[in-house]
């Protein structure tokens, strides 16, 4: 091998910078200075070397990634699973069963996942800490709640926008759908709403996976949604295959409230009283 001179190390320098220029890989000759010097240092392979040329502007650019998925996603919530307070209702919501959940395996194989319980519980804290999980591992991630979904549809639906709304919620790999009958002003203020809905989960069918989080248990979907025919392919698209997590337990809400009361309810401490 021919010994390179000082002015071939400085000649391949300068092209190895205009290659990273060309690559929009953000390396400075700086950087590039410290890396060899520490490649020297520290007698690194040439695989070595290349890792940790690479391993900082890719996880520059796998962070700046997950950001922008985070905020197309729209997460109503800062929630993730680190804040969760998995103890408070520890016999029946399983840790384990949520963090299989955030491998995104279940997105991979396009299935649909349903959270049902009663309100309080932490459905949609929970969904959103999935959500978040997914966006990291790559996958492109929408949240709605139900409500904010048909007011949209039913805007579109009246302005002939309809199907570019309905091919934009089809591109997701992970749509998730909150609060679906939180209360009956659904269904009054959006009457073509178990149209609308159905149109949405049909369109993802088999093309990405659809999470709904309710506190309607199945038997109750014909009666919310006032549509029998309706509910029962809503049902059919949604459900069958899907993931099915039941979340029972103490409320976070009424646990709170109570606390609340409790602080209200205690005397003020009385001041000392003043020396004579």
Same mark, same amino acid.
């Given at each position: 091998?021919?010994p390179?001179?000082p002015?071939?190390d400085s000649?391949f320098?300068?092209?190895? @910078?205009?290659?990273?220029?060309? =690559?929009?890989?953000p390396l400075?000759g700086? &950087?590039? +200075?410290?890396? =060899?010097?520490?490649?020297?240092k520290?007698? #690194?392979?040439?695989?070595q070397m @290349?890792e940790?040329?690479l391993?900082?502007p890719a996880?520059?650019?796998r962070?700046?990634?997950i950001?922008?998925?985070l905020?197309?996603?729209k997460f109503r919530?800062?929630?993730t699973?680190?804040?969760f307070?998995?103890?408070?209702?520890?016999k029946?919501?399983?840790q384990? &069963?949520?963090?299989?959940?955030a491998s995104?395996?279940f997105?991979?194989?396009r299935?649909n996942l349903?959270?049902?319980?009663?309100?309080?519980?932490?459905k949609?804290? #929970?969904? &959103?800490?999935l959500?978040?999980?997914?966006c990291?591992?790559?996958?492109?991630?929408r949240y709605?709640? *139900?409500a904010e979904?048909l007011?949209?549809?039913?805007?579109? *639906?009246?302005?002939?926008?309809l199907?570019?709304?309905? %091919?934009?919620?089809c591109?997701f790999?992970?749509?998730?759908?909150?609060?679906?009958?939180?209360?009956k002003l659904?269904? #009054?203020?959006y009457?073509?709403?178990?149209s609308?809905l159905y149109?949405?989960?049909?369109?993802?069918? %088999? %093309?990405g996976?659809?999470?709904?989080v309710?506190n309607? +248990?199945?038997?109750?979907?014909?009666?919310?949604?006032g549509?029998?025919? @309706?509910?029962?392919?809503?049902l059919?698209?949604?459900?069958?295959?899907?993931?099915? &997590?039941?979340?029972?337990?103490?409320s976070?809400?009424?646990?709170?409230?109570?606390?609340k009361?409790a602080?209200?309810?205690?005397?003020?401490?009385n001041?000392?009283?003043a020396?004579?």
């Amino acid at each position: 091998m021919i010994p390179m001179t000082p002015r071939d190390d400085s000649t391949f320098r300068e092209q190895i @910078l205009k290659h990273l220029e060309t =690559l929009k890989i953000p390396l400075t000759g700086e &950087q590039l +200075d410290e890396l =060899l010097a520490a490649a020297t240092k520290n007698k #690194l392979t040439h695989l070595q070397m @290349l890792e940790r040329l690479l391993a900082s502007p890719a996880n520059q650019r796998r962070e700046r990634s997950i950001e922008r998925r985070l905020r197309l996603a729209k997460f109503r919530d800062p929630a993730t699973f680190e804040s969760f307070d998995w103890k408070f209702n520890e016999k029946t919501i399983d840790q384990g &069963q949520f963090m299989e959940l955030a491998s995104g395996e279940f997105v991979r194989r396009r299935e649909n996942l349903v959270f049902v319980g009663k309100s309080g519980v932490g459905k949609s804290h #929970l969904i &959103q800490s999935l959500g978040r999980r997914c966006c990291a591992l790559g996958y492109r991630v929408r949240y709605t709640t *139900s409500a904010e979904l048909l007011e949209e549809l039913t805007a579109a *639906s009246g302005d002939k926008t309809l199907p570019t709304r309905i %091919r934009y919620y089809c591109r997701f790999d992970l749509l998730i759908i909150d609060e679906f009958g939180f209360d009956k002003l659904e269904r #009054l203020e959006y009457p073509e709403s178990p149209s609308l809905l159905y149109k949405v989960i049909d369109s993802r069918s %088999r %093309r990405g996976s659809t999470a709904m989080v309710t506190n309607i +248990d199945f038997n109750g979907w014909t009666d919310y949604l006032g549509d029998p025919p @309706l509910a029962m392919a809503l049902l059919d698209r949604v459900v069958d295959g899907a993931i099915v &997590q039941r979340m029972d337990g103490k409320s976070y809400r009424e646990f709170r409230a109570e606390q609340k009361k409790a602080r209200n309810r205690r005397p003020a401490k009385n001041s000392k009283s003043a020396k004579s």
